[in-house]
C-alpha cells in the first residue's frame, strides 16, 4: 500500500510568492495533520483534519498560512505570502485514530516538503 | 505542561556497539502515550513504539529494546549491536489529551551516527 504522499519535496521560492504544497493521505485514515520541523523549534503540529473538518488550528502560525481538505484523499497548505522565516521542513502525516482519545493512536508520515524562502 | 527531553543531541557509535537513547518526559496525565520515531536520512519519521501509561514492561523487538520507568519518567530506547543501518534521527513522544488539546509533543530528537 502507498503510504502517505507529498509534492513536492522541494520548493525554492521568493519572498512574497504563494506557496502551496500537497498531500495525499494513506486511504482509509480519517485523520489528517499538517507539523512543521525547523531546527529552531523542532516538530511542531500545525493544524489537523477529522474527516476533511479542521479540528485544531492553533498551531498555525498566523492569517499568511491556511490549510484546506477537500475531500478524504487530499490535503493542502498554503503559504501567502511566503517569509524567509517559512523555510522549513512540512510534513504531512495520517492516522486512522481508532483509538481515543486522537493522540494514542499512531500517525504515518510523509516523506516531507523542504521549503526554501529566499 | 507537557514537555520531553531527549538531552543527547548527537551520539556518534562504531558498528556493533550498544547505545541507548534517553527520553524524558513531563505530564501531569495519569494515562497517557509514550512513542518513539525514527527520522532517516530520507526524511520520513517512521514509527517505532507506542507504550501506555500503564504498561511499565520493558519491550524488546530484535535488535531495539524499550525501558519505561515511571519512577524516573523515563522512556529509553536502546539500540544493541549498532549498525550503519540505524543512523538516523530519533524522536521520542508524549500524547497530551485535555480539555482543549489532543496531540503529540515531541521532542528535540537524538541525532545518531553510526560509522561502520
Known amino acids: 500500500d502507498a503510504g502517505v504522499i507529498q509534492s513536492p519535496r522541494h520548493e525554492v521560492t521568493e519572498m512574497g510568492q504563494e506557496v502551496t504544497l500537497r498531500c495525499k493521505p494513506i486511504?482509509?485514515?480519517?485523520?489528517l495533520f499538517w507539523y512543521r520541523q525547523t531546527m529552531m523549534r523542532g516538530l511542531e503540529l500545525l493544524i489537523y483534519?477529522?474527516?476533511?473538518?479542521?479540528?485544531?488550528d492553533s498551531g498555525m502560525p498566523e492569517d499568511r498560512f491556511s490549510a484546506k481538505m477537500p475531500n478524504a484523499s487530499f490535503s493542502t497548505l498554503k503559504i501567502q505570502p511566503s517569509e524567509p522565516r517559512d523555510s522549513a521542513v512540512y510534513f504531512c502525516a495520517s492516522s486512522a485514530g481508532q483509538a481515543f482519545p486522537l493522540s494514542y493512536n499512531e500517525q504515518f508520515f510523509g516523506p516531507g516538503t523542504r521549503l526554501t524562502v529566499l | 505542561a507537557q514537555k520531553v527531553t531527549q538531552a543527547q543531541t548527537e551520539i556518534s557509535v562504531v558498528e556493533k556497539e550498544d547505545v541507548t537513547l534517553d527520553c524524558v518526559y513531563e505530564t501531569r496525565d495519569t494515562t497517557y502515550y509514550l512513542f518513539w520515531y525514527k527520522q532517516p536520512p530520507s526524511g520520513e519519521l517512521v514509527f517505532l513504539i507506542r507504550?501506555?501509561?500503564?504498561?511499565?514492561q520493558n519491550e524488546i523487538s530484535g535488535r531495539y529494546s524499550w525501558n519505561f520507568q515511571k519512577s524516573t519518567s523515563s522512556f529509553n530506547f536502546t539500540i544493541t549491536a549498532s549498525q550503519v543501518v540505524d543512523s538516523a534521527v530519533y524522536f521520542c513522544?508524549?500524547?497530551?489529551?485535555?480539555?482543549?488539546?489532543?496531540?503529540?509533543?515531541f521532542g528535540t530528537g537524538t541525532r545518531l551516527q553510526v560509522f561502520p
Open positions: 513522544a508524549l500524547s497530551e489529551a485535555t480539555f482543549n488539546t489532543d496531540k503529540l509533543i
Open positions: 507504550r501506555n501509561s500503564f504498561d511499565e
Open positions: 483534519f477529522n474527516n476533511n473538518v479542521p479540528i485544531d
Open positions: 486511504s482509509g485514515h480519517d485523520y
